[in-house]
Structure formats: structure tokens, C-alpha cells
């Protein structure tokens, strides 16, 4: 996992395209490693990926060129694959995310779309932390940075019609 993180680093300075066929191998992995049955394995390959994160979100996300999008989809992934399994895990994901919200929200631009993807499904979760954890990071961004949210509108609503369907939310 370390390997991916420093060819990732390396790599960085390629051309979009040439990144992008780079990801798409690098991302199944992640999901990959990311689902795995054993939980420091997974737990590691979910940091290493908010730690690239961190780094591509610094990259400028063209306006026609969804490259934070692509990135962040394996954390979409990994949670789908948890719901149902591994509070562990899905509440790390929520973790990395807020994180990611926090720090790099000036940086986000098409990522928010995976961002709110992951929200509406903690949204849908029956641990009241994951819940109320991902509910204050969303509840952040609106208020602090609505005019980077509105592009994704539709999603957002949906997000929070979520939030008040969930009866383990009050």
C-alpha cells in the first residue's frame, strides 16, 4: 500500500490522462484492500487514500475534467460495501470525509458530488454516530460554503431528505 502511495506521488505531475488509466488500476485496489476482512489492513488503506486525497485535492479540478471526483469514489465504494457489515469502517470513511470537508473544502469542486454521495449513505446508517457525525460535517459545509454546494443542489436535497427519513437521527 505504501508503494501505491509514493508511485502516486510521483506521478502526480503527469498528464490528466495519463493519471486517470494510472487511478483506475491504483483504485480498485484501494476498494480492494479497503473492504478486506482484516481491519488494520483496511483501516491502512483507507488512510493512505484521504492522505492522497489530501495531496490531489491541492491539484486544480478543471471545470470539464472530474479528476477529485475519480479520485474519492473508492471511498464511495468502500462504504457501499460496509453498510451492512463493519461499523468500524464506515465510521472511519465518515472520519476521512469530514476530515477532507474541513480542511480542504476551498479545494473541492467536482468531488462534492462523491462527498454527498457518501453522506446520503452514512445518512441511511443505524449507528446514531455515523449518523450525527456526517449530519454536523454536511450541516458545516452548507452553512459555510454554500456557493461551493449549489452545483450539486438535487444530491443535496436528497442528502437531507435522508437525514429526516433515518428514525435514529432526531
Same mark, same amino acid.
Given at each position: 500500500?505504501?508503494?501505491?502511495?509514493?508511485?502516486?506521488?510521483?506521478n502526480?505531475?503527469r498528464?490528466?490522462f495519463?493519471?486517470?488509466?494510472?487511478?483506475?488500476?491504483?483504485?480498485?485496489?484501494?476498494?480492494w484492500?479497503?473492504?478486506?476482512?482484516?481491519?488494520?489492513m483496511?483501516i491502512f488503506?483507507?488512510?493512505s487514500?484521504?492522505?492522497?486525497?489530501?495531496?490531489?485535492?491541492?491539484?486544480?479540478?478543471?471545470?470539464?475534467?472530474?479528476?477529485?471526483? $475519480?479520485? =474519492?469514489f473508492p471511498?464511495?465504494?468502500?462504504? %457501499?460495501?460496509?453498510?451492512h457489515?463493519? @461499523?468500524?469502517?464506515?465510521? /472511519?470513511?465518515v472520519?476521512?470525509?469530514?476530515?477532507?470537508?474541513?480542511?480542504?473544502?476551498?479545494?473541492?469542486?467536482?468531488?462534492?458530488?462523491?462527498?454527498?454521495?457518501?453522506?446520503?449513505?452514512?445518512?441511511q446508517?443505524?449507528e446514531?454516530q455515523?449518523?450525527?457525525?456526517?449530519?454536523n460535517?454536511?450541516?458545516?459545509?452548507?452553512?459555510?460554503?454554500f $456557493?461551493? =454546494?449549489?452545483?450539486?443542489?438535487i444530491?443535496? %436535497?436528497n442528502?437531507?431528505?435522508k437525514? @429526516?427519513q433515518?428514525?435514529? /437521527?432526531?
Amino acid at each position: 500500500m505504501q508503494a501505491l502511495v509514493e508511485i502516486a506521488d510521483l506521478n502526480m505531475s503527469r498528464i490528466r490522462f495519463v493519471w486517470s488509466k494510472l487511478w483506475d488500476m491504483m483504485s480498485e485496489h484501494f476498494v480492494w484492500v479497503g473492504a478486506h476482512q482484516n481491519l488494520h489492513m483496511a483501516i491502512f488503506a483507507i488512510d493512505s487514500l484521504r492522505q492522497l486525497a489530501d495531496k490531489f485535492l491541492l491539484i486544480e479540478d478543471f471545470q470539464s475534467f472530474n479528476f477529485q471526483k $475519480d479520485f =474519492l469514489f473508492p471511498f464511495e465504494e468502500i462504504i %457501499i460495501d460496509a453498510m451492512h457489515k463493519r @461499523c468500524e469502517i464506515k465510521d /472511519f470513511i465518515v472520519d476521512c470525509i469530514v476530515m477532507i470537508c474541513r480542511r480542504q473544502t476551498m479545494y473541492i469542486k467536482s468531488g462534492w458530488s462523491v462527498i454527498i454521495n457518501i453522506f446520503t449513505l452514512a445518512a441511511q446508517d443505524s449507528e446514531k454516530q455515523i449518523v450525527e457525525k456526517s449530519f454536523n460535517a454536511l450541516e458545516y459545509a452548507i452553512k459555510q460554503h454554500f $456557493d461551493m =454546494l449549489k452545483g450539486n443542489f438535487i444530491e443535496l %436535497i436528497n442528502c437531507l431528505n435522508k437525514y @429526516c427519513q433515518n428514525s435514529k /437521527f432526531e
